[in-house]
């Protein structure tokens, strides 16, 4: 998880003690449009194609 | 400056010197004499010629022995025998005192440090003390302690009373048991308090919104907690 938020300009997360709680806020961010993926050229080999960066 | 009054010039005339009375006549008249006689021993104070007895000077060898000059560090003691120490290592060498502290193992570093710098004599230290679930347990029998001595023994007995009446003899507050320290002890340095605090440590699961990666995951803050680190404008929010 460390690569996931390091060195990216903007990054978000939030932490929960619950997984649902977790869920709910990542699909209702989701929903809003306010989820993206910051990629640098050569991301993809590290953490994989873009199409399965977002859950 | 030394005024020397001579009522005879016989000792003056059995020494060579260039103040020779046969190269510098000496005048007969007793008071001229004793003016002559100061003039020389300005004169010789002056120059160095030791045409007077002289007073012993001092050598080498005597100013290593010689005492040193009076000042704040050299104060005369009444006792010369006990050269002059620090009260604390005095105190500690002659009358040492066993005191029981619990140190954390990361703090006892820095504690070493800090009493080696004030001289003062490292902490002994006796064992690390093990969690209070991994603390071993008293069987129904009882385990053989003190070199084979029950802990129900008349010896254990003493040897735990001397203990607990040396913590306390000095008229020092007693040592806290360690069973009664309740609250959470944290680790120091930046960020270690948010590292292991309980409010993080509830924290398992993370919703990463913009990242290399979006989604839940679950981790510890530990591995998360570098992420920061490089991260500009990062906006962190807990429930």
Redesign the interface.
């Known amino acids: 998880m460390f690569p996931l938020v390091s060195n990216i300009l903007g990054a978000r997360y939030k932490g929960f003690a619950t997984l649902d709680a977790a869920k709910d806020y990542y699909f209702a961010a989701k929903s809003v449009g306010k989820v993206w993926i910051v990629r640098d050229p050569g991301d993809d080999q590290v953490f994989g194609p873009e199409s399965e960066a977002i859950q | 400056m030394a005024v020397c009054l001579f009522s005879d010039f016989s000792d003056l005339n059995s020494t060579v010197s260039p103040f020779h009375p046969k190269t510098w006549p000496l005048p007969k008249d007793h008071k001229v004499g004793l003016l002559f006689a100061s003039l020389l021993s300005v004169l010789t104070t002056l120059i160095g010629t030791p045409y007077f007895p002289k007073l012993p000077r001092q050598t080498a060898a005597a100013t290593a022995t010689s005492p040193l000059p009076l000042n704040f560090c050299t104060k005369p003691n009444n006792s010369q025998t006990n050269p002059p120490t620090l009260n604390t290592t005095s105190r500690f060498n002659a009358n040492p005192q066993l005191l029981a502290v619990y140190v954390e193992r990361d703090h006892l570093a820095n504690i070493q440090n800090a009493l080696c710098h004030f001289g003062l004599p490292p902490l002994l230290v006796l064992e690390d003390m093990p969690n209070d679930s991994a603390s071993p347990q008293l069987g129904s029998q009882g385990d053989m302690d003190l070199d084979g001595q029950s802990p129900q023994s008349s010896k254990y007995l003493e040897l735990t009373e001397s203990f607990s009446a040396l913590s306390t003899s000095a008229g020092l507050a007693p040592v806290t048991p360690f069973t009664t320290r309740t609250g959470p002890i944290f680790t120091s340095g930046p960020g270690s308090s948010l590292l292991v605090s309980p409010k993080?440590k509830?924290?398992?699961?993370?919703?990463?919104?913009?990242?290399?990666?979006?989604?839940?995951?679950?981790?510890e803050?530990l591995?998360?907690l570098?992420?920061?680190?490089?991260?500009?404008?990062?906006?962190?929010?807990?429930?």
């Open positions: 993080n509830a924290e398992k699961y993370y919703a990463i919104i913009v990242g290399k990666c979006t989604g839940v995951y679950w981790n803050w591995v998360l570098p992420l920061m680190y490089c991260v500009a404008n990062l906006n962190i929010s807990s429930v």
